[in-house]
């Protein structure tokens, strides 16, 4: 029996080069090997304000982005979250279980709230509880999340004891977190400090998955280095070309040690244009995919049709049993 992994992103922002080497590079490794399904997490996004058509679109959109990627429909499971309503309805019995001071705790939603200062709705506040249902409706083995979920990760563990202790145990399994081999993290290119984010206001901070080559070269050739000129990896006092040199490294496959001997000698300015043209060439043929995908809006329904029908059976045996457990009469 293959391992249950199942992981998804919230329809925000736009996917980027950061979403793909941290994430869905490795969720593609993984179809191989493991029992997956893949989620765009739509009733997520609406913790914050979305304008509606923007959120349409952009399901659309990352779901072709997945596609596109390599993400395989037919080996793995992939869906969206609003079209297996089993989602909603089993937060709903989790939230019952989940202290509020747990939530109270979440650090992404005090960094949230922060942001978000006009809109600090409830949803924002039950956020965890609801990716909590999405990871034990498919009794997921294993969940590759970002350092910034894994909080969540905990609390879905946490939420598992509230229920067994009530109810007794063996209606969930217990996650745990899927952690890569080489958990590569890709930092904003210009404040290399700081995570590349989907989200993040200024889009010079990122690299789309589909940004055109114009817009790819000029985005890392302004991205920040570090004062001194030779190309060394060196974190600590050079974070802004070390970073560049990781997202070299994953693009090209060559070793963190290669590129040094291969750049000793030559200037930052070199290493950004080889860079620039290989994520070009790398991103090329995804973003041809791509739009060839969303001209077909009626393949791409299809699909996410299929996959919710597939997604919906397994859900559907977990959330009877849950129903059934906390005493709902079944007819
Ligand atoms: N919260 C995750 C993010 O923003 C997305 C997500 C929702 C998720 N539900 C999940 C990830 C369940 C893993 C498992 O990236």
């Known amino acids: 029996m293959?391992?249950?992994?199942?992981?998804?992103?919230?329809v925000t922002g736009d996917l980027t080069i950061g979403n793909?080497?941290?994430?869905?590079?490795?969720?593609?490794?993984?179809?191989?090997?493991?029992?997956?399904?893949?989620?765009?997490?739509?009733?997520?996004?609406?913790?914050?304000?979305?304008d509606p058509q923007v959120l349409r679109d952009r399901t659309y959109s990352f779901f072709a982005q997945y596609l596109a990627l390599g993400l395989d429909p037919e080996k793995n499971i992939i869906f969206a979250q609003s079209h297996?309503?089993?989602?909603?309805?089993?937060?709903?019995?989790?939230?019952?279980l989940t202290p509020?001071?747990?939530?109270?705790?979440?650090?992404?939603?005090?960094?949230?709230?922060?942001?978000?200062?006009?809109?600090?709705?409830?949803?924002?506040?039950?956020?965890?509880?609801?990716?909590?249902?999405?990871i034990l409706l498919y009794q997921a083995d294993l969940v590759p999340v970002g350092e910034d979920q894994r909080q969540h990760l905990e609390l879905t563990r946490d939420i598992v004891g509230f229920f067994e202790h009530r109810y007794g145990a063996?209606?969930?399994?217990?996650?745990?977190?899927?952690?890569?081999?080489?958990g590569a993290r890709v930092m904003s290119l210009q404040d290399p400090e700081k995570k590349m984010?989907?989200?993040?206001?200024?889009?010079?901070?990122?690299?789309?998955?589909?940004?055109?080559?114009?817009?790819?070269?000029?985005?890392?050739?302004?991205a920040t280095t570090d004062s001194g000129s030779e190309i060394t990896f060196d974190l600590e006092n050079k974070p802004g070309l070390s970073n560049l040199m990781t997202i070299y490294s994953v693009f090209s496959g060559k070793s963190i040690q290669a590129l040094e001997?291969?750049?000793?000698?030559?200037?930052?300015?070199?290493?950004?244009?080889?860079?620039?043209?290989?994520?070009?060439?790398?991103?090329?043929?995804?973003?041809e995919r791509y739009v060839e995908l969303m001209k077909n809006r009626d393949y791409l329904d299809e699909l996410l049709k299929k996959g919710a029908a597939r997604a919906?059976?397994?859900?559907?045996?977990?959330?009877?049993q849950v129903y059934k457990t906390v005493g709902l009469v079944r007819s």
Request: hydrophobic share 40%.
């Open 170 to 182: 063996g209606v969930f399994k217990l996650p745990d977190a899927h952690v890569g081999k080489q």
């Open 84 to 96: 297996v309503h089993e989602h909603a309805e089993l937060m709903w019995i989790l939230t019952c």
């Open 197 to 222: 984010s989907k989200s993040d206001d200024n889009d010079k901070n990122f690299v789309s998955i589909i940004d055109d080559a114009k817009k790819i070269e000029k985005k890392i050739k302004s």
């Open 100 to 134: 509020m001071g747990f939530l109270n705790r979440m650090t992404q939603f005090k960094e949230k709230a922060e942001k978000h200062v006009k809109n600090v709705n409830s949803g924002l506040f039950t956020y965890p509880v609801l990716m909590a249902a999405d």
């Open 261 to 287: 001997a291969e750049y000793a000698g030559k200037m930052y300015g070199h290493l950004k244009v080889d860079l620039a043209d290989l994520v070009v060439e790398h991103l090329r043929p995804v973003r």
């Open 312 to 320: 919906q059976v397994r859900a559907r045996g977990t959330l009877d």
């Open 2 to 10: 293959k391992k249950t992994i199942l992981s998804g992103s919230t």
């Open 20 to 50: 793909y080497i941290g994430a869905i590079n490795n969720w593609k490794k993984l179809q191989e090997d493991y029992d997956c399904l893949y989620f765009l997490a739509d009733l997520h996004a609406l913790t914050v304000f979305q």
